[in-house]
């Protein structure tokens, strides 16, 4: 009987839990190249890790900074202030004409120019919600300026082409000749 014991107990589990299902449908090689369009694919940019203090602006996409009262926003503000020094002012100043906010998965995107000069004088602030990076370029009339954060934000590739598409225009407007460009960061 103690030998049985054992060999009652395992048949009663294995005819308790059954065999294993099968499973009818169709597998999907998960490993496959995707292909879905890359702006369906958004959400491979996003990270759980949000920064805290530029998280809520994810929420005004589609408003301009004045809509939403980026100027005003203090968290953003002392981090320009910090980053942009007394030059914050001299953007603050010059941005007139201004897009609404776009997103492309964790990465923010803003742009504001001087009326009836954004040729000459265009400012795009980019935002990584999950680093917490803020980077300006300005595109002025002879120079493209950069201020960074800690790092440089690793731009989604519709942003790259929006910003180089500027920064084009604005080479082909100065008669082919490349911008100097001056990098700062803070």
């Known amino acids: ?43 491979a940019y996003s990270l759980a890790q949000r920064d805290i203090e530029l998280a809520p602006l994810e929420y005004m996409v589609g408003k301009t900074a004045s809509e939403m009262k980026l100027w005003q926003n203090k968290d953003v503000s002392r981090r320009l202030k910090d980053l942009m020094g007394p030059d914050l002012a001299t953007m603050q100043k010059f941005w007139n004409t201004e897009t609404p906010l776009k997103k492309f998965g964790d990465v923010l995107m803003l742009t504001g120019c001087e009326l009836d000069n954004c040729a000459n004088n265009r400012y795009v602030i980019f935002m990584s919600l999950s680093e917490g990076f803020i980077n300006v370029v300005h595109i002025g009339k002879d120079t493209v300026r950069e201020w960074k954060t800690r ?13 180089d598409s500027m920064k084009s225009s604005k080479e082909e407007e100065n008669g082919n000749t490349k911008t100097k460009r001056i990098y700062e960061g803070r």
């Open 1 to 43: 009987m103690k030998r049985l014991l054992p060999l009652i107990v395992s048949a009663w589990f294995v005819a308790a839990c059954g065999p294993p299902a099968v499973n009818n449908l169709a597998k999907t090689n998960v490993n496959t190249v995707n292909k879905a369009s890359y702006s369906q694919t958004e959400n």
């Open 151 to 163: 790092g440089k934000i690793d731009l989604p590739p519709p942003f790259v082409e929006e910003l």
